[in-house]
């Protein structure tokens, strides 16, 4: 995927960044004293991270709570003015917008939600042309990598310059243990594309609970993403949305005191050999992977030859089951996790029914 934005680097707007630059604060904004007392208690612990909460929260269904609206913009002015960390909220429309722009919000963040429509998108846009400000942008809630480059592209062809991904997760079929399926490749092929773009994580609404926040964090810091968005509150049970999910400001700090950051590059030469070492290897092996996988699909076409002649459907569930059972058994006695085996199987079978539709629509002569 092509992708080009005129970016300016985080170091140059955020002068404080080290690694990861933090996002903390509550999901909604509910109270002042909420947000005064989270925000000074993460502000002892990281001074120069940057605050957030939700003032207009896009809920699935209504009837439950949807913000506390303008007066919460009053309430971050507060925590500016008294513990200093720079502000952040998330916006859905232009009027959401001018009233952050009116109550001085340093950063805005435009929520999976609304990322997936490029008419808000674009209304969000429009309404920033000729502002200086930094803009986050989420992933779409379902895995579209040209999706999330559009809101991207929008945002940076209204001349903001000072852009950040951040990856939330995705909704899809099979979550596996996360409220949000983390799917890292799509992040990792946006900032392939774009490797100027700097990239946070949002463990929080990965996991959906705090267990797994440090454990996504951790792999965050390790696919080199820049920072973090982790929703903090100072009674989490007590939250008004998302109160399965935030940490106390206490459980933020152990989980940001125990991340191991390393280094993306290294200079050390014998470290560089043995890497490129075991690296060719691996190129070796992958090949020889793509090589098994092209027979084993010419192997699929000629089944699917034999399934046309004999007038039978491309796909025989109890085969399928069949197969995927004693694929998971083989696999897991060698060492290979559950749902990597599971995965890899379905691809293989979801591009051997396309090569067999091919087999079956393909009209012979008569
Ligand atoms: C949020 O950050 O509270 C939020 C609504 O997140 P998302 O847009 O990722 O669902
Ligand atoms: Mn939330």
Redesign the pocket.
């Known amino acids: 995927m092509k992708l080009e934005l005129n970016i300016t680097p985080l170091k140059e707007w955020f002068p404080h960044f080290i690694k990861p630059m933090l996002i903390a604060g509550p999901?909604s904004a509910e109270s002042e004293e909420q947000m005064l007392t989270t925000a000074k208690q993460i502000a002892a612990f990281y001074p120069h991270s940057i605050f957030r909460a939700?003032i207009w929260?896009?809920r699935t269904r209504p009837n439950t709570f949807e913000g506390i609206g303008n007066i919460g913009l009053k309430w971050m002015q507060l925590v500016k003015q008294q513990t200093g960390l720079l502000t952040s909220t998330?916006v859905a429309t232009a009027a959401h917008v001018e009233e952050c722009l009116k109550h001085g919000i340093d950063i805005l963040w435009i929520?999976?939600?609304t990322t997936v429509n490029p008419f808000s998108v674009q209304e969000i846009a429009d309404a920033l042309k000729g502002v200086d400000i930094p803009v986050f942008v989420?992933n779409p809630?379902y895995p579209d990598l040209q999706l999330w480059a559009g809101a991207l592209e929008r945002v940076n062809n209204a001349g903001i310059t000072k852009i950040v991904a951040i990856h939330?997760g995705f909704q899809s079929y099979d979550n596996g243990p996360f409220r949000n399926s983390p799917k890292w490749e799509l992040a990792i092929d946006l900032k392939t594309a774009c490797p100027a773009l700097p990239v946070i994580c949002?463990p929080s609404?990965i996991a959906g609970t705090p267990e797994l926040i440090p454990y996504i964090s951790q792999k965050a810091m390790d696919m080199d993403m820049d920072g973090l968005l982790i929703?903090t509150h100072c009674r989490p049970a007590e939250a008004l949305?998302?109160a399965k999910q935030q940490v106390t400001p206490l459980e933020l700090k152990q989980i940001i005191d125990d991340l191991q950051i390393r280094s993306s590059s290294t200079e050390n030469i014998e470290l560089q050999t043995k890497l490129e070492e075991l690296r060719l290897i691996i190129t070796k092996l992958d090949n020889e992977l793509l090589e098994i996988l092209a027979k084993r699909m010419a192997v699929s076409a000629q089944i699917g030859e034999y399934k046309k002649e004999n007038n039978i459907t491309i796909l025989q569930v109890s085969h399928w089951k069949r197969l995927i059972e004693s694929g998971i058994e083989s696999g897991t006695q060698i060492g290979l996790p559950k749902e990597f085996v599971k995965g890899i199987y379905q691809l293989i079978n979801d591009e051997s029914i396309r090569r067999q539709t091919e087999v079956m629509n393909k009209t012979t002569k008569k």
């Open positions: 999901c939700g929260k896009p998330e929520g999976a939600r989420k809630i939330r949002d609404h929703e949305s998302d």
